[in-house]
T-cell receptor, first 117, second 112 residues
């Protein structure tokens, strides 16, 4: 149980285009999902907290107009990188909490590697 | 906000020896401390966690200790094996929002 998927697993796009990344909880419901960014050999940096049915909460320094987050259902959150530029190239990972388990544990998706040319 | 520091950044041990990774946190409201193991190109996997009402927790070869007064917690791996080689991250979280703030990671290499 507690499986989180992400799609796509990797994407290459041209500078100026927008890219949407999906995060799904496959066998549980998640009122809260989290989006992280990870550079090579570095830690996971929390970008935003995605709440089902409400606006996402962004960490300081993260541009909300640049990284659009939508959490329309209890099993799906999306991150859209708008007008992507090479500096947005990174590994993006989502995580989710299982509301049924009454636990703080977060289950991570496999990540999406974004390369902007 | 919360600031989590982790040491060392790299650690090499001989197979069979013990490995210890230490983390400190700044927010006294933090009350949940998970440890994750991440292999290259893969997702982080929870290996053990501890709550602030407990001082120590053990699961086979892995143990975590917490000192709330000093605001630090440590991961202990005994009888290390080559498959323990990975990057380990500590994190801290509070009840409010439940965001995880991660340490900078420790790259552990177990030498056969």
């Amino acid at each position: 149980g507690a499986v989180v998927s992400q799609h796509p697993s990797w994407v290459i796009c041209k500078s100026g285009t927008s890219v949407k990344i999906e995060c799904r909880s496959l066998d549980f419901q998640a009122t809260t999902m989290f989006w992280y960014r990870q550079f090579p050999k570095q830690s996971l940096m929390l970008m935003a907290t995605s709440n089902e049915g409400s606006k996402a909460t962004y960490e300081q320094g993260v541009e909300k107009d640049k990284f659009l987050i939508n959490h329309a259902s209890l099993t799906l959150s999306t991150l859209t990188v708008t007008s992507a530029h090479p500096e947005d190239s990174s590994f993006y990972i989502c995580s989710a909490r299982d509301i049924q388990l009454y636990t703080d544990t977060q289950y991570f998706g496999p990540g999406t590697r974004l390369t902007v040319l | 906000g919360e600031n989590v520091e982790q040491h060392p950044s790299t650690l090499s041990v001989q197979e069979g020896d013990s490995a210890v990774i230490k983390c400190t946190y700044s927010d006294s409201a933090s009350n949940y401390f998970p440890w994750y193991k991440q292999e290259l190109g893969k997702r982080p996997q929870l290996i053990i966690d501890i709550r602030s009402n407990v001082g120590e927790k053990k699961d086979q070869r892995i143990a975590v200790t917490l000192n709330k007064t000093a605001k630090h917690f440590s991961l202990h791996i005994t009888e290390t094996q080559p498959e323990d080689s990975a990057v380990y991250f500590c994190a801290a979280s509070t009840n409010t929002g439940n965001q995880f703030y991660f340490g900078t990671g420790t790259s552990l290499t177990v030498i056969p």
